[in-house]
């Protein structure tokens, strides 16, 4: 029986949260005809709702996070830590 205790970050879980919102966004901008990538990093840069779509209700959906956190979990997830 293996006694070894499992450590989970905080940032583990918000993170998957912030993916499954980011994912979501993309998929919705993706349909809709737009550059996604463009789109998010037009968002991200001035924080301006109007780069993101209402279909699927991403605009409010992408709301929901905090930019700081975004641009955090984005550079984990990008140097793998």
């Known amino acids: 029986m293996d006694n070894a205790t499992a450590i989970f970050s ?3 879980k918000k ?3 912030i993916h499954e919102i980011v994912q979501q966004v993309y998929d919705a901008l993706k349909e809709k005809g737009y550059n ?3 789109q998010l990093v037009g968002y991200i840069l001035s924080e301006d ?3 993101i779509t209402t279909y699927k209700n ?3 959906l992408i709301r929901k996070v905090d930019r700081d956190d975004l ?3 984005m550079l984990r997830s990008y ?3």
Do not use: C, G, S
């Open 10 to 12: 905080i940032h583990d």
């Open 15 to 17: 993170d998957y949260e």
């Open 36 to 38: 996604p990538v463009n």
């Open 49 to 51: 709702p109007t780069y």
């Open 58 to 60: 991403a605009r409010a």
């Open 71 to 73: 641009l955090q979990a």
């Open 79 to 81: 140097l793998n830590v």
